[in-house]
């Protein structure tokens, strides 16, 4: 009699498992979209050759490693809670911050370009070969707009 018990109770614990993994799979792909899409604006704009997906996982990644820190140094799991949340954000960070970086580097370059671009024109070079010119010899990031 109580083995009859367990196979609804096994029948409904299962049940509730598979609606969780899926309701579990449908909002981490809707986040996965969401986040990538943001990400690969930014690795774009700063020329980063790399799938957003990875920045996806590096935040998972560095939100369980500063959980997992932060609830073994204080020995209680709620602990970790603030410190998973601040590694979720880390690899967003950290790109935000190379894109930013580029972005001030190219713009200290730009005058440089436009005043090497103005004095190739007034050598007699055409706007296409004084861009030529300007690419050989400046550095990244303005090489590679």
């Known amino acids: ?21 899926r309701l579990f ?4 792909e809707r986040y996965e979209r969401t986040y ?20 996806v996982y590096c935040s998972v990644v560095c939100a369980l490693a ?33 894109k930013r970086r580029r972005d001030r580097l190219f713009g200290l370059q730009l005058v440089d370009a436009l005043a090497g671009l103005s004095n190739a024109m007034k050598a007699g070079l055409s706007l296409p070969q004084g861009i030529e010119m300007i690419a050989r010899e400046m550095h990244d990031p303005i090489r590679q707009e």
């Open 66 to 98: 500063a959980y997992l820190a932060a609830a073994a140094a204080w020995g209680n799991p709620w602990a970790g809670a603030p410190f998973a949340l601040g590694g979720l954000a880390l690899p967003r960070m950290a790109l935000w911050r190379i």
């Open 1 to 21: 009699m109580a083995e009859a018990v367990w196979v609804p109770v096994f029948g409904s614990l299962l049940c509730f498992v598979v609606a969780g993994v």
């Open 36 to 55: 990538a899409k943001g990400a690969e604006r930014t690795l774009e704009a700063a020329w980063i050759s790399m799938p957003p997906s990875v920045i």
């Open 25 to 28: 799979a449908q909002g981490w």
